[in-house]
């Protein structure tokens, strides 16, 4: 209990910190981005002295200083949401549906309707700023009969509120288009200020971009729907609509350049003020963090590094404790020294080892995921039997003599025929800490688009189909898959085939569905049939071509800080390893090393694998996910030179099996 809460403590101190000093500099900074505001809405050409004048008494006015203090609220509600919504693993849906059920699952349905509440008192602030016909929702407009003011609606004040609205739709729903939590770590460390320095441009211009196609919809939807909601709003505060004005939802009524001017410069402060408290938001969470490699106190243990490294619960801290090892691993020899040393008393290197095994442990992961996708993928989406899910591993020559088969993951043979167990597709990749990412690469049978063979090998057999009941013919009987079989288990494994005695007995050939199950089977295949052929269910359902590439190595930053730790230590270790901790473990790593790279190998031979992403657009959004593919295969192939070129023709000596021995000579021989 008390290791909770200290663990509880720590999280708070390092993620929720960070979170508040990111709030409390955007809130620094709303004065100054106000008084552009005031400046530009302001501006007059012909008179500057009076300009100037006029905008700074604007800014000591009353209003002024309210409307901050309204903003100060919208900042501290978006900081809040930004803590809430932000996530290391972006969410890649690989087909539309799946990105149409994102934007309208009940979390992002309130997190809309909360933004279009926050623009819209943005929006109010910007209005009572502006001034002028802008300032009140009430006008007085014309006399009555009896001879006295009318108050009217003020249709200016209404467009800007509507406006509002839809600028903070429109920013909640490209938050999910385009990944707008998602939290990247930049792989070179800058100081806060010249990160958000450097920043700074890109957010101002994409302000500026999305505000003028914010306003460009918005003037075109309130065009054909304006009269909706000033007739519900003037009907429900029983103001009159003053006809001697023209109407904004006309074109004459729309094309009035002060208006669009005061649409755009209050749509930029807006998007400015959101990026803004985005973007300190990611310099601060992502600010690297040392975390000591050992402790001499027993309260301080969970915050070590080989403690952090084994986090479940928070993401980001497993992030943070990550990259702090591929920092020490290449710029501080002294705590490289603690991570070879060895615990006194008893001269274990536990530091080392757990370490290494977490390491390992998120590289044989990502190798089964690789794999697992390989075999759907080459067996068009076959459904593999759950039996067979403890193929999916086979230990390499080396890592038996390392630590023990408790210590080190056992290293994936993906020349083997693995068998993919059902829990790869449904479950995380980082040990379960994040949602399911390979869910897209699992056949859907429900699918109007599934071929037969896939409900044939799932059990889902179409009456009409020459495979449903008993086949009695060996020609029918050949064309059937084999994939999967037990002869070809048997024979992998340098078993026997089992006797027909153990065989499960066939079901009787005379038993046959109700007539009423066949006729919904009919029906229902007649429906998918219906709904395959038309143009927008195909549109709707047809996966994204390079989706599921990119939601395989969605989480792949934490193998590729594994990967720079472990092969920085390994080189630094030649030289510094006293106790030749690292040596030992050596066999293991390469095994490791070697299978990944196969597996990323392969995997780029698939199609739409080795595709550059499309350049989008100015955009605040994170893209980086979409090239972590390539990254990783980087990375993977300089961690093995890096190995390769310090030990040189040492490597000979170590225990590894011939094919990895001669993936690593042409490594050696610089011909990768």
Same mark, same amino acid.
């Given at each position: ?100 059920? %994102? ?22 602030? &910007? ?14 407009? $014309? ?13 200016? +004040? ?116 959101? @990026? ?41 801290? $497993? ?28 001269? +274990?290197? +536990? ?20 794999? &697992? ?60 800490? +994040? ?46 898959? $084999?994939?999967?079989? &037990? ?96 040596? %030992? ?13 196969? &597996? ?40 093995? @030179? ?31």
């Amino acid at each position: 209990m008390f290791s909770l809460k200290q663990n509880c403590w720590f999280i708070r101190k390092v993620v929720i910190w960070r979170a508040v000093a990111s709030i409390a500099w955007t809130v620094i900074l709303l004065p100054l981005t106000t008084a552009l505001f005031v400046f530009l809405s302001r501006f007059c050409l012909f008179h500057p002295i009076q300009w100037i004048v006029e905008c700074v008494s604007l800014l000591t006015a009353p209003s002024t200083i309210f409307s901050l203090v309204v903003l100060c609220g919208v900042v501290l509600a978006t900081g809040f949401f930004n803590l809430e919504f932000y996530t290391l693993v972006p969410s890649i849906p690989c087909s539309r549906v799946a990105l149409l059920g %994102t934007v309208l699952h009940p979390r992002q349905c309130v997190h809309s309707l909360v933004y279009c509440i926050m623009g819209m008192l943005m929006m109010w602030c &910007a209005s009572v700023i502006i001034g002028g016909r802008y300032s009140t929702i009430g006008s007085h407009c $014309k006399l009555s009969e009896s001879g006295e003011l009318i108050t009217c609606l003020n249709e200016y +004040h209404l467009f800007l509120l509507l406006a509002g609205a839809f600028i903070g739709y429109s920013h909640s729903f490209l938050g999910v288009v385009q990944n707008m939590y998602y939290v990247s770590f930049q792989p070179i460390q800058q100081y806060n200020y010249l990160r958000f320095k450097g920043s700074l441009t890109m957010v101002v211009k994409c302000s500026v971009i999305q505000a003028l196609y914010s306003a460009r919809n918005f003037t075109v939807l309130y065009f054909f729907f304006g009269y909706l909601p000033k007739t519900w709003i003037s009907s429900a505060l029983n103001l009159q609509i003053d006809s001697s004005l023209q109407p904004l939802d006309s074109l004459t009524g729309l094309l009035d350049f002060s208006l669009l001017y005061h649409l755009s410069i209050s749509g930029t402060f807006l998007y400015l003020t959101w @990026y803004i408290t985005i973007l300190l938001f990611r310099i601060y969470v992502t600010e690297a963090y040392s975390f000591p490699v050992q402790s001499l106190f027993t309260e301080d243990a969970e915050q070590c590094l080989p403690k952090v490294l084994s986090e479940k619960n928070t993401l980001v801290m $497993k992030f943070l404790a990550l990259q702090d090892l591929a920092l020490l691993s290449q710029h501080s020899p002294s705590r490289r020294q603690e991570v070879f040393s060895l615990s006194q008393p008893g001269g +274990h290197p +536990h530091n080392w080892n757990a370490i290494s095994k977490e390491c390992l442990s998120l590289l044989s992961e990502l190798t089964q995921r690789l794999v &697992a996708h390989q075999d759907a993928v080459a067996s068009n989406g076959r459904i593999k039997s759950q039996s067979a899910s403890s193929d999916t591993k086979s230990g390499s020559s080396g890592s038996s003599v390392i630590l023990g088969a408790e210590d080190l993951p056992e290293t994936p043979r993906p020349n083997m025929p693995l068998r993919t167990p059902g829990s790869v597709f449904l479950k995380s990749s980082v040990g379960g800490m +994040h949602g399911p990412l390979t869910a897209p690469f699992t056949p859907d049978l429900d699918s109007p688009f599934s071929s037969p063979a896939i409900r044939r090998l799932a059990g889902q057999q179409d009456p009409q189909s020459p495979w449903f009941g008993s086949v009695q013919s060996p020609h029918v009987m050949r064309r059937g898959p $084999k994939l999967w079989s &037990a002869s070809t288990e048997s024979q992998t494994n340098g078993s026997p085939p089992p006797s027909p005695a153990t065989l499960p007995s066939p079901p009787p050939a005379n038993l046959k569905p109700s007539f009423l199950t066949q006729w919904l089977q009919n029906r229902r295949e007649q429906v998918k049939s219906f709904l395959a052929k038309r143009v927008l269910i195909v549109y709707l359902f047809n996966k994204l071509p390079e989706a599921s590439s990119q939601a395989l190595f969605a989480d792949s930053q934490a193998q590729i800080w594994a990967l720079q730790g472990l092969s920085h230590l390994v080189a630094a270790s030649f030289s510094e390893d006293q106790f030749g901790v690292v040596q %030992t473990t050596l066999p293991s790593i390469l095994s490791f090393l070697v299978v990944l790279l196969e &597996a990323v190998d392969k995997h780029f031979k698939l199609p739409h694998a080795s595709s550059k992403p499309v350049r989008t657009a100015c955009s605040v959004g994170d893209s980086t996910f979409k090239t972590l593919r390539f990254a990783l295969r980087a990375a993977l192939k300089t961690a093995i @030179y890096r190995i390769t070129t310090t030990f040189g023709e040492h490597l000979n000596a170590v225990k590894i099996s011939t094919e990895h021995r001669k993936r690593l000579q042409q490594f050696l021989e610089f011909k990768e």
